[in-house]
């Protein structure tokens, strides 16, 4: 816990600062005047105007810089340009939608991906493990936009068994929710699940073939327990570090099956900003989920740290 | 020679009709093609105590694993029984089986780190042990037998270190953690396989001593497999001599060390070294009087500057031409820390060191003074080939031309017993012995005056030790060379040093004549050491220490 | 003098041939078929088809015949012929994003091996561009550079950099500490000898599995790129593209959707694979 707050806490948050600074920077590295170019051609002389008063371009660098962060800090972002209307309200609107499709993406990941490691390690040359593995290289060599494609062609189209897109309340109606939330889901969680299901085989193997194990065989402990008590404990630090970077893929991927799904998420609004060049709402996005990162990296550490002794008392 | 292919009549079995445990019968083990294990025939009575001894390759230790059938993937019982208590452990199902091991027979590793699960509580894992068989107990009660197990192979304040993780003892606390899971249910066979071979000395001493104590207290039938004749002449009655997969002899361990019947074990027990064989060092080179290598005041430390922690706190030394100084000291004495230093290899905190009277700098250092190494695996860059590793100091000293470089490494693999032609091959295609062979000839090649040898021999079987040790002393007589020789294991370094100095806590606490420190100790360290090393009684009559 | 005799053959693979070993197995030939083949029927593109990928026909969403063996897309241009040359933009990409990432991230990290303050920026940087994960630090430089071919590369090639970097550092922290490492410094090796002639060849191995692995983000890259419009710029045919422009026809001509799927999985299951034999060949 100490070596976690003196030594990973202030590297974390070096990373977000030094983040914060990259995505502030963005904005000045684009050539001629940014105003002008962030404006658009088409933009009126009280457009650029206004751009130029809200970057506050003629201040030096740093004061610029701590104004963001305390617009970012306060909750007040500012005006977008092209899409129109509060950039805080725009990310209010999608976060919670986002935030569902990842967080159902990621229990998916986990109920997928930790039966089959356990199955397909608990060592029995069964059928069913072959054809396990089989998916899982499946589900790791497709691109999400194939596999939503595919789901969409299978699942809607061909089935007809749920919508191909769209989105709905979990709240007003969350059977309807749940059924316009299992495709985009499952598309999300399936390349994650397979490359965590291969680290905790892979992990789960490795702890298997470890001199420890062949101890506690040759105490006369059963199989079964060898696998869920001696190995698990062992392959489940490195897992966990693993389903934190899967978190990130998550997010980013998060884009890709929103367009594909016509979720109306982050996804959308940030994309919708990097194609239109609406350069608040795209920064104050980039700077939120390198946060989010950030903040799920620190806590698979402490996570690590609880599950592994060695770390933990260091 | 006839002997050597002849095999002489097994010594008959010692009657022991009270209860024959444990029978091994013709057992076959196999890899594939290859056969490991042949023909290995045994008893063992309740309560007696059978060593195997062997050099690598043996199937010793292949013998031990097939006890339990714990064989690594690849292995297979072929042939032959192990019946304990009449039943034949190599044809039970695994279910079967599973309920005997850790009950009936128990089996302890060589690696107590590696063999100890790192992210469990040793409780916890003493309880995993304790609820593996049967009957089931209440928590409380594994709980206190888990403590009484921890009170009996004597780790202190047992009760409250349950909670503790394997990194939070020290190797023969682990070693004793690892005895006790085994007696868990009071087995009537404990296997050993190596149990000693990754400790000091002194705690070496210690474990072996636990498991004299549990083989005379309980009854409990021992099985010690180990490379080391001492070891096994410290604990075990009777012993047993494999070579290739075979038993070569066996019988009681008094009678097979004094009188052995078979060559092999002869060759053996002659190339064991022997703390009371006075130094021959002496008959092999004369060291010069002025000192070649002076050290005074040597400290490094590792870590952060404020929580450093002092591998060596002062350290004097002097090395004569010609000398050989053994070094001896337990893991953590900062020994390799020394040698390091002695090689440029880290620049020291404090403290000077002086070669022929100047301060020595970083480029006369890695001309005159080289290293050969303890691992002779690890040491030997796998990407090269012989040559090239041989030619590597050549080169960096820029030293002749290619073919000047290619007549001087086929001269250095002459001088040190491999044929000219090991040049142009890869460094995996040698045995362990080899190797060491071509670290020594690559540590020449800049004609250094000083050569520091980092447990040259301890990877070593003791054929080969026996072997390299004569290279290194020819190659002293034939090249003046001073050699600083470290190592952990007393009688070793007797035999080939003029002086010992014996390395403590990163301080040298004492250092004089070999035979003056082995015969007449002034520290109490060195005493300490002295008595740890295993005694074997001697093949001619007399002259026990 | 005692020479001793030694051992007529070499009975232990080299860290090398176990790689080669590694591609001999069913998972290694299939993954070099399937690159094999997809990556030939790009590069021969111009001989397998006449039909200018760009040219758009008077026929839309024609099915197969003889002039458009795989029919024609919603602007009447040739399927197939996109296709090859989609393969081969894709190919052209990857091919320079991968090595330039590769270059880039082995030198940071021999950069970082030089001392303990380069390491330290050297390991803050690469956590600065992976806190940027996946697909967000494409959009980020797209932000910056606009769409096109080069920022598509640019990207592949800076998210590719953390993970060879990252690898090599490791590889030359373990070798580094190895004996024979030490054995050549004693032998009077300088240190930058040590690192690049002894240290560097036995650590760039793993970098070679790592290799197979961004081939395939980076078709993923490309891919996810395209899809949201934001990658190679029309009419250019990517992978992506090709996907992305069928998705609005899927139930009416899944053709459309099913071919450049199909070659776009062939091409990273193959990647895929080669990178798991390869990783399996260097376990065993």
């Known amino acids: 816990m100490r070596t976690f707050l003196f030594k990973r806490l202030p590297s974390g948050l070096a990373v977000l600062v030094a983040a914060s600074f990259t995505v502030f920077l963005m904005l000045r590295l684009i050539p001629g005047d940014p105003a002008t170019t962030l404006a658009g051609p088409d933009a009126s002389p009280a457009t650029v105007a206004a751009i130029r008063e809200r970057l506050g371009l003629d201040a030096p660098l740093l004061s610029q810089y701590l104004h963001w962060l305390g617009q970012v800090l306060t909750g007040d972002l500012g005006p977008s340009y092209a899409i129109g209307g509060q950039v805080s309200e725009l990310i209010g609107d999608g976060l919670a939608a986002t935030f569902q499709l990842t967080l159902a993406a990621l229990l998916l990941v986990v109920v997928l991906a930790v039966p089959t490691a356990l199955y397909a390690a608990s060592g029995r040359r069964r059928p069913l493990a072959g054809a396990l593995r089989a998916l899982t290289t499946g589900a790791l060599a497709v691109p999400p936009f194939v596999t939503g494609v595919l789901l969409v062609l299978v699942f809607a189209v061909g089935l007809g068994l749920l919508p191909a897109g769209g989105h709905a309340s979990l709240f007003d109606a969350p059977d309807l929710a749940v059924q316009y939330l299992a495709l985009p889901a499952l598309c999300l969680a399936l390349p994650s699940a397979a490359i965590l299901a291969r680290y905790l085989q892979d992990g789960l193997e490795r ?7 062949r101890n506690a065989t040759a105490l006369g402990v059963s199989r079964r327990r060898i696998l869920w008590r001696h190995a698990l404990p062992n ?4 897992a966990v570090t693993v389903l934190g970077l899967q978190i990130g893929q998550l997010i980013a991927g998060a884009v890709v099956v929103e367009r594909i799904f016509a979720w109306p998420g982050l996804g959308q609004l940030i994309e919708q900003g990097v194609s239109r060049r609406d350069y608040p709402v795209v920064q104050d996005l980039l700077l939120l989920v390198v946060a989010g990162y950030v903040a799920v990296q620190l806590l698979t550490d402490l996570l690590y740290s609880w599950l592994d002794p060695r770390v933990r008392w260091e | 020679m006839t002997e050597l292919i002849d095999r002489p009549p097994l010594v008959e079995q010692p009657p022991s009709p009270t209860a024959e445990l444990l029978r091994v019968r013709e057992l076959h083990v196999s890899f594939g093609e290859r056969a490991a294990v042949r023909g290995v025939d045994f008893a063992l009575g309740a309560g007696e105590s059978l060593g195997i001894v062997g050099e690598s390759g043996s199937g010793k230790s292949t013998t031990a694993l097939a006890l339990l059938r714990m064989l690594p993937a690849g292995g297979r019982i072929t042939g032959g029984s192990v019946e304990l208590d009449g039943r034949d452990l190599a044809a039970l199902p695994e279910e079967a089986l599973r309920a005997v091991r850790g009950k009936r027979i128990a089996m302890i590793f060589q690696d107590p780190m590696s063999s100890l699960n790192p992210v469990l509580s040793v409780g916890r894992q003493l309880d995993e042990a304790l609820r593996a068989h049967g009957e089931r107990r209440p928590k409380a009660e594994r709980a206190s037998r888990a403590v009484e197990l921890l009170e009996l192979v004597g780790v202190p304040k047992a009760a409250s270190r349950l909670g503790d993780f394997p990194h939070q003892f020290s190797g023969g606390q682990r070693q004793r953690i690892m005895i006790a899971l085994a007696l868990a249910h009071d087995a009537q066979v404990l296997v050993a396989d190596e149990p000693t071979t990754a400790l000091d000395p002194t705690v070496q001493r210690q474990i072996l001593r636990l498991l004299a104590r549990i083989n005379r207290e309980r009854g409990t039938a021992l099985v010690v497999i180990s490379h080391d004749l001492g070891v096994i002449a410290e604990t075990c009655s009777r012993l ?4 290739d997969g075979e038993v070569v002899e066996q019988g009681a361990t008094t009678l097979l060390l004094t009188a052995p019947r078979h060559s092999y074990t002869r060759t053996l027990l002659a190339a064991v070294p022997r703390l009371d064989a006075p130094s021959r060092a002496a008959a092999n080179s004369t060291p010069g009087a002025e000192p070649l290598l002076v ?20 350290v004097d030394l002097e090395l004569h031409p010609g000398e050989t100084l053994g070094l001896v000291g337990e893991s953590g004495s900062g020994k390799s820390t020394l040698a390091r230093a002695l090689v440029g290899a880290h620049a020291p ?44 100091p050549l080169i960096a000293h820029r030293v002749g031309d290619r073919a000047q470089r290619q007549a001087r490494v086929a001269e250095l693999l002459e001088q040190v017993g491999l044929e000219a032609s090991a040049a142009a091959r890869s460094p995996r295609e040698f045995s362990g012995g080899q190797r060491q062979r071509i670290g020594i000839a690559r540590a020449l090649a800049p004609e250094p005056s000083v050569l520091v040898c980092d447990e040259p021999v301890s990877a070593l079987d003791v054929s080969i030790q026996a072997q390299v040790i004569d290279l290194l002393a020819r190659l002293q007589r034939e090249l003046g060379l001073a050699v600083l020789f470290i190592a952990h294991d007393l009688a070793v370094v007797r035999q080939v040093s003029h002086r010992i100095a014996v390395l403590h806590r990163g301080r040298i606490v004492e250092s004089g004549p070999a035979d003056r420190v082995v015969t007449a100790p002034e520290h109490p360290y060195t005493a300490e050491l002295l008595a740890a090393v295993p005694s074997l009684p001697t093949p001619t009559a007399g002259s026990l220490l | 003098m005692t020479t001793l005799s030694l051992p007529s053959s070499a009975p232990l693979l080299r860290p090398r041939n176990r790689y080669v070993a590694g591609l001999l197995t069913w998972r290694g030939v299939t993954g070099l078929v399937l690159v094999g083949v997809v990556a030939l029927a790009g590069l021969l593109a111009p001989w397998l088809t006449d039909a200018d990928p760009d040219a758009q026909g008077a026929q839309a969403l024609a099915g197969p015949s003889g002039a458009h063996p795989l029919g024609t897309d919603d602007i009447g241009r040739d399927l197939l012929s996109r296709i090859l040359h989609g393969i081969l933009t894709d190919l052209s990409i990857i091919l320079t994003a991968v090595p330039a990432g590769a270059l880039i991230g082995a030198a940071l990290a021999l950069l970082a091996a030089t001392s303990r303050a380069a390491d330290l920026v050297v390991q803050r940087l690469f956590d600065l561009v992976l806190s940027f ?48 490492a030490l054995a050549a410094r004693v032998g009077g090796a300088g240190r930058a000898r040590v690192l690049l002639r002894h240290v560097l060849p036995n650590a760039v191995d793993p970098l070679i599995v790592q290799g197979a692995v961004a081939l395939s983000v980076g078709v993923f890259i490309e891919g996810a790129l395209s899809f949201l419009g934001l990658g190679v710029r029309p009419p250019q045919p990517t992978l992506g593209s090709l996907i992305s422009g069928s998705v609005a026809y899927l139930d009416t001509d899944p053709l459309l959707a099913a071919a450049p799927l199909a070659v776009t999985t062939a091409l990273v299951l193959g990647f895929t694979l080669l990178a798991e034999a390869l990783n399996r060949g260097a376990r065993s």
């Open chain 2, 240 to 243: 047993l001599v494999m070579r």
């Open chain 3, 133 to 180: 994960p996946g697909l967000i630090l494409g959009l980020a430089v797209t932000a910056i550079l606009g769409p096109g071919r080069w920022p598509v590369v640019i990207i592949i090639a800076l998210a590719e950099v953390p993970y060879f970097g990252r690898q090599l550092r490791a590889g030359v922290l373990v070798q580094r500490e190895r004996e024979y």
């Open chain 2, 295 to 314: 050290v005074r005041g040597l400290a490094k430390g590792y870590g952060p500057r404020r929580r450093r922690n002092a591998a060596l706190e002062s």
């Open chain 2, 349 to 392: 905190d404090a403290g000077g060191i002086s070669f022929a009277g100047q301060p020595l700098d970083g480029r006369r250092a890695r001309r005159e003074i080289q290293m050969v190494f303890q691992d002779p695996y690890a040491s030997l860059n796998p990407r090269l080939t012989v040559g090239r590793i041989i030619a590597e």
């Open chain 1, 207 to 213: 702890a298997l073939g470890e001199d420890y194990v």
């Open chain 1, 235 to 238: 392959a489940l630090p490195s």
